[in-house]
């Protein structure tokens, strides 16, 4: 089928790589011409592990194309899947001027039948709006709009796998004929027929995915309803962690033995510096405004925003105590990204850390695997290293502020040796305590019974 994705972000590549990957004739637009001038010289712009080689075989195979020209993108396509930013207002509210101005491009050049699709995360009832609009701009011409949401679920880091082995896909229509369309396009990956490009050999045994048709609002709600979901999992860990490192039990043995209640379940239920990313803060934020303007109180969900918002300055007080004075003290952060197996540094907890100890006269270097590049563009004044050794040399404390698998293989005792004090603070539990004190080193993780040596030490 021929599909247009208009939004080349994260989500738009992501999204349109995969369906050309299932064998869709894709075409990318976006209204940053800079961006699809650098699509067109085959370099992705992202990082999403897998996403290179999905881009590379479909543009070889001229499946994948990329076009300034919205217009003339939107004209021959038989479906678009709308995935342009809807990024929060300052009173939290999400902005949908971008998808107003799709919805303008798209009415202007439609003739006859068109679907249309948002993926973007809206609020409940963006699809309404977006129907209206698209037949008040699309009036004077000879066009039928089929409006659909189909809300991803994409981590970063894991997205060619989750959008090829969802557990559901979630389609809200209003006609029969919008929901056949989802379905022939999805249907590879219903099936599960395709070459996947994740697993070379044989994809892991998986549940095929539930095909979900629902209203138009319902699926709204659901993108919504789940990320904050997931956000309230996260608090409450961390919340639980409070009290552990205050009780000297710890976290990690607490929440195995909690999430392997089938009910509960281990996944996101991890303690640490607390979500961040360019999703779950501003998803939650713009649910709890939904709520408001339905006279539904979340303060449930306000709580949980709160509790996220004091997690850095915990890790700072963590910090404070540790290395008793923060002015003056060489600080070696490693990770900045959100989350691993990300370049994205949209809201990350690390970031913040490092303009919060930098604000305290604390001197941070600091090194990520994958997001150097994109922390120059955005803090030109951060202090970088080109590896985790060299951020830690001559470092007072050493901070993991994102999850990298690699940190936990690092040659520890190296690392220990260059240090001027060999003091870690583990802001994501990534390493073993007994491993880091039997080499040498001071540790603190979040919410861990090591935390009685740092009260006691008071
Ligand atoms: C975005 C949303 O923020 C998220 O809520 C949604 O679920 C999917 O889209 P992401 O892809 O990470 O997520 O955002 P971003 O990287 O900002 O990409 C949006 C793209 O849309 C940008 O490339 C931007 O240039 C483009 N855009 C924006 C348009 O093409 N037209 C516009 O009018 C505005
Ligand atoms: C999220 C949703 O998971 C995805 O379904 C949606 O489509 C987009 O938003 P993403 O933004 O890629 O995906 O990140 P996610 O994997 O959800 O992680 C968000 C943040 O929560 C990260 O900062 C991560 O470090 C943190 N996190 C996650 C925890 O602190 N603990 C956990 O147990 C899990």
Redesign the pocket.
């Known amino acids: 089928m021929k599909i247009t994705v ?8 992501v999204t349109g790589g995969c369906f050309a990957e299932i064998g869709h004739d894709v075409v990318c ?4 011409l800079n ?1 699809i001038r650098t699509l067109e010289e085959g370099k992705l712009p ?1 990082f999403e592990p897998g996403l290179d080689k999905v881009f590379e075989k479909n543009r070889r195979e001229s499946r994948l194309h990329f076009e300034a020209d ?1 217009a003339k993108a939107v004209r021959d396509a038989e479906a678009i899947f709308i ?5 929060p207002l300052p009173n939290g509210d ?1 902005d949908l ?3 107003d ?2 919805a303008r491009v798209i009415a202007s050049e439609t003739q006859g039948a068109k679907l249309v699709v948002e ?4 609020p409940a009832q963006t699809g309404q709006g977006l129907k209206r609009a698209l037949e008040i701009y699309g009036r004077r011409r000879n066009a039928k709009f089929l409006v659909a949401s189909n ?2 679920f994409l981590r ?1 880091g894991t997205a060619v796998g989750d959008f090829l082995h969802p557990d559901r896909i979630v389609v809200g229509v209003e006609d029969r004929a919008a929901e056949r369309q989802l379905h022939e396009i999805y249907r590879p990956v219903l099936e599960q027929k395709f070459n996947c490009p994740v697993h070379s050999s044989k994809c892991p045994a998986y549940e095929p995915p539930a095909w979900m048709v629902t209203t138009i609002n319902s699926a709204e709600l659901i ?1 919504h309803a789940s990320n904050s979901f997931l956000a309230l999992k996260i608090s409450y860990a961390n919340l639980v962690a409070d009290l552990a490192e205050k009780l000297g039990a710890d976290i990690e043995e607490v929440l195995e033995g909690v999430g392997k209640d089938a009910r509960i379940g281990m996944s996101f239920f991890r303690a640490g510096l607390g979500f961040g990313g ?2 779950l803060p ?2 939650l934020q713009a649910f709890v405004r939904l709520g408001e303007r339905w006279g539904v109180d979340f303060a449930l969900l306000r709580e949980v925003e709160k509790i996220n918002q004091g997690r850095i300055s915990r890790v700072v007080e963590k910090i404070r105590k540790a290395a008793w004075v923060i002015r003056g003290k060489k600080v070696a952060m490693l990770g900045l990204a959100f989350k691993a197996n990300t370049d ?1 540094i ?1 809201y990350a907890p690390a970031i913040e850390l490092v303009d919060r100890l930098t604000t305290e006269g604390a001197l941070v270097r600091s090194y990520d695997p994958e997001a150097l590049g994109r922390t120059r563009e955005v803090r030109p004044q951060y202090d970088l290293a080109s590896s985790a050794y060299e951020a830690a040399e001559g470092a007072d404390v050493l901070v993991i502020a994102t999850e990298w698998p690699e940190f936990r293989k690092l040659d520890w005792a190296r690392i220990r040796d260059t240090m001027a004090r060999p003091l870690i603070i583990d802001g994501r539990n990534l390493l073993v305590p007994a491993e880091m004190k039997a080499l040498g080193f001071e540790y603190h993780g979040i919410g861990r019974h090591e935390e009685e040596s740092l009260q006691g030490s008071q």
């Open positions: 208009v939004g080349s972000g994260y989500v738009g590549l637009t976006d209204s940053d961006k992202i919205a995935c342009v930013g809807t990024p999400a001027s971008a998808i101005s799709v993926k973007s995360t809206v809300p991803e970063e993108k360019f999703c501003k998803d994205d949209r």
